[in-house]
């Protein structure tokens, strides 16, 4: 690199961080937004959350309720990741470069990942909510829905990654495409496609959270009862149980990825 | 008697330039033939048309009488059924074990559900430990391949390609990744899975000197055309030169 151009490097860094000042400036007087009013505000929402977010032992009362809806909740993920997953897997090698079957195929797979994957969780729930109606199909459709999108794209750069040569030698050796597949993609891409479903069921929790206060079903459907309740000590043990259920589930799909990676 | 002929053959994966250029060759039974020639000269695309891993434009590729070109998708996997490949980088399944690698040479003469289901015959899982006792890898038959090092999983290999009883073996830079003493152990393997077998074996080779000790013929390719093709004690320096284009003691002999 010349002098020339690095002098010309650190101008153009300076004019980069003049734009963003700039853009950033006309953002907040356009939309009367003050940062510091903002962090000024702060310290009276962390008081008023200490205020009325706690959790007194009357609230234990409603904890086995709050239990179940947890755990329709926590099923219903699980059920939408697994079966996501099956469609995702024949997607997943439909689009592999290394296992398509033609090019058709292909991008039949490769579009209905893009589609499900770029149109937001909440979007489906909400559209799905018109057809379906405020009950656990919709939800689970939903996560479905976003989670083929996910799985496929993950599932083909896995396949492409892990399993090209062995595909190759098998063909070479005049083995069917099944065989291929049987014996040589799903036993090297096992541990990835795993590591991806458990990533997705955490993920799913998460979303069901939210779109069960779409949809009316779930632990969203109590989180946002009691919310509008106005019986905020409920709402603070449902975010509780929520947090520890997630840690619990990252911590045991953690342990399952040591095992078979 | 010729076991595998091309003719005319040629190769291009885009309009401006052509891999493979008029190659023309014969190959007899129980040959031990190298091709060598510089990266990209178009080893690897050749070895890849002789059993349609690359499909090829112009020519012809004839392997015990039968027209390779023209195979439905059944005769191109009995074609393949009857040439084993071999490559640089193994190309085994990993995760799965020594034998089970070994053992997947058989899918092409089994139905589908076979394969898929892995049921193998007694005479195939004996054979298979038999190849790897020949090998001198009977010990490791129940270690997954990834445990292996790099000259061990060539012999994996090697036995994989020779369960397929196969009449011809297609080596693709076979010691390109070993060290000397793995590789000197893999070309007296193949070498004697020709002395022994009756075996044809088709090689290439980055190394001259192994490809002139090893050979009975050697293929020189240069930018996709054949300029040598001849017994090995006749390939000269000038020849050498010719191929890669350099003074051969400017070459590193390996």
């Known amino acids: 690199m010349t002098e020339k151009t690095m002098r010309k490097s650190r101008w153009q860094t300076t004019i ?23 962090i000024a505000t702060l310290p009276k929402a962390f008081s008023w959350i200490f205020a009325n977010l706690m959790i007194t032992p009357e609230t234990f009362d409603r904890l086995p309720m709050i239990l179940e809806t947890l755990t329709e909740t926590i099923l ?16 997943g090698l439909f689009g592999s470069n290394t296992t398509k079957v033609n090019g058709v195929l292909s991008a039949f797979a490769r579009f209905i990942a893009s589609v499900s994957r770029n149109i937001p969780v909440v979007a489906w729930a909400l559209v799905l909510l018109i057809s379906f109606g405020q009950n656990s199909v919709t939800g689970f459709l939903a996560l479905f829905v976003g989670t083929v999108g996910f799985l496929t794209r993950a599932f083909i750069e896995s396949i492409d990654e892990a399993s090209k040569s062995s595909v190759e030698a098998l ?41 069960g206060i779409l949809t009316g079903t779930g632990i969203g459907y109590t989180f946002d009862l009691y919310y509008k309740t106005l019986n905020y000590n409920a709402v603070a043990l449902v975010t509780l149980c929520i947090v520890i259920t997630v840690i619990m589930i990252e911590l045991f799909s953690n342990y399952i990825r040591r095992v078979i990676l | 008697m010729s076991l595998l002929r091309a003719e ?48 090829f434009n112009e020519g012809k590729v004839i392997f015990n009488d039968l027209d390779v070109g023209n195979l439905n998708k059944k005769g191109l996997r009995k ?4 040439i084993g490949m071999i490559f640089q980088h193994y190309n085994l399944v990993p995760r799965l074990t020594v034998i089970e690698n070994v053992l997947h040479g058989r899918f092409g003469y089994k139905t589908t559900l076979q394969g898929v289901l892995g049921r193998y015959t007694e005479e195939e899982k004996e054979r298979a430990f038999f190849l790897l006792e020949k ?29 397929q009883e196969p ?14 003493n793995s590789s000197k152990i893999i ?65 590193i002999m390996v």
């Not at chain 1, 069917?176 to 993920?203: D, G, H, N, R």
């Open chain 1, 16 to 38: 980069f961080l003049a734009i963003i000042i700039i853009l950033t400036y006309l953002s907040s007087a356009i939309t009367e937004f003050n940062i510091i009013e903002g």
């Open chain 1, 76 to 91: 219903m993920s699980i059920a939408a990741t697994t079966t996501a997953a099956v469609i995702s897997l024949f997607l």
């Open chain 1, 171 to 211: 063909t070479a050796t005049g083995a069917t495409y099944f065989q291929i597949v049987y014996k040589a993609v799903i036993p090297q891409c096992l541990p990835q496609i795993i590591s991806w479903i458990l990533f997705m069921i955490e993920t799913n929790i998460r979303n069901a959270t939210l779109i």
């Open chain 2, 8 to 55: 005319g053959l040629g190769k291009s994966y885009n309009s401006e330039t052509k891999v493979l250029k008029d190659i023309n060759f014969e190959i007899g039974t129980g040959e031990f033939v190298s091709i060598i020639g510089p990266s990209g000269a178009g080893k690897s695309t050749l070895l890849r048309c002789i059993n349609r891993m690359v499909e």
């Open chain 2, 79 to 82: 074609l393949r059924t009857n």
């Open chain 2, 135 to 163: 090998l001198g890898i009977e010990e490791h038959a129940y270690k997954r391949c990834d445990q292996l090092s790099g000259g061990q999983q060539q012999r994996v290999g090697i036995c994989r390609a020779l369960i």
């Open chain 2, 167 to 180: 009449a011809l073996v297609l080596c693709d830079e076979p010691i390109a990744s070993l060290d000397p």
């Open chain 2, 187 to 251: 070309m007296d393997h193949l070498k004697s899975i020709t002395s022994e077998m009756g075996i044809t074996c088709l090689v290439n080779l980055h190394q001259v000197e192994v490809a002139q000790n090893y050979s009975d013929r050697i293929i020189g390719l240069k930018k996709g055309e054949i300029v040598f093709n001849g017994s090995s004690n006749l390939l000269s320096q000038e020849h050498i030169q010719n191929i890669y284009g350099s003074e051969a003691k400017d070459l």
